[in-house]
């Protein structure tokens, strides 16, 4: 079993170090029961105009064993967030992946908890919420808070969903989940695109409570009115048009046969004693 670890970065030089050392030293399961669980680190520097590619390079040099686990990738120019993950899940390999941004709003010490209904073949998606009960939250902008919530309505109402969250970062995936999805939005219309498609699927998908340590816009914040403006238009189209595409269609049916199988060969709560035996 392994674990990949998507990390885009956009001028993070600040952050993008600290983020990998913790991302290295999390244990994503206890490794005394169960140790099988392996994990690689794919890092897309999104066409950076900082340091943050240097900062990864000064980082595998420190550290010449992490380079076993952490690969960089760097795209010629910015193209926004969904074209980085996009090439992070191309070139993963895990069973299970994670998107875990750069900029340290979000903790790898949650990851092991955002993981664990996958692990324990309850869940085929988990989205770690900022909004159930947690253990601590940076207390930033009201207005912020207000857009967020809003979003996640309109999308429940269309997805027929009761979401707390759709718009954070900590999103799990089985692979059969995300890998055949071709993302086609742009910026941080990913959030609202993967919300939407899932939704279309036979995926069990929870939720668990995350903390959340946010910026501010002198911190180097970037999601701004135009994202939001822009994530209405996304959760109308990826809702009510996309799934009805040649492409949209593909998905749901390849989603859905994958899952089948897989639901049909492990009960809940067999994740563990069937992999292992598989192994």
Sequence with gaps: ????????????????GV???????????????????DKEIIVVDDGS??????????????????????????????????AAIATAIEASSGDVIIIQDADL?????????????????????????????????RVLYFYHY????????????????????IETCYKAFRREVIAPMELTSKGFGMEVEITAMVCKTRARTYEVPISYYGRTY????????????????????????????????????????SLKQMHSKTPAGQFHRHDQIQN
């Design 49 to 82: 105009t900082d340091q943050t590619c240097q900062m990864v390079e000064e980082f595998l040099d420190k550290q010449p064993s992490a380079g076993s686990v952490i690969r960089l990738i760097k795209q010629p120019k910015n193209l926004g967030k969904t």
């Design 105 to 137: 709003e979000y903790d790898p010490r949650e990851i092991p908890g955002v993981l664990y209904p996958i692990f324990e073949n309850c869940a085929d998606v988990v989205y770690g919420s900022r909004f159930l009960v947690k253990k601590a939250s």
């Design 146 to 165: 207000v857009a967020n919530k809003f979003l996640t309505l309109l999308s429940n109402v269309l997805t027929n969903r009761n979401m707390s969250d």
């Design 19 to 37: 983020v990998l050392g913790k991302l290295l030293a999390v244990e994503l399961m206890d490794k005394s029961t169960v140790p099988w669980v």
């Design 218 to 257: 002198d911190e180097g914040k970037k999601i701004g009115v135009r994202d939001g403006i822009a994530a209405i238009w996304y959760i109308l189209y990826y809702n009510l048009f996309h799934p009805l595409t040649q492409q949209g269609q593909a998905y749901i049916q390849t989603v859905n046969r």
């Design 1 to 16: 079993m392994k674990v990949s670890i998507l990390v885009p970065a956009y001028n993070e030089q600040a952050t993008i």
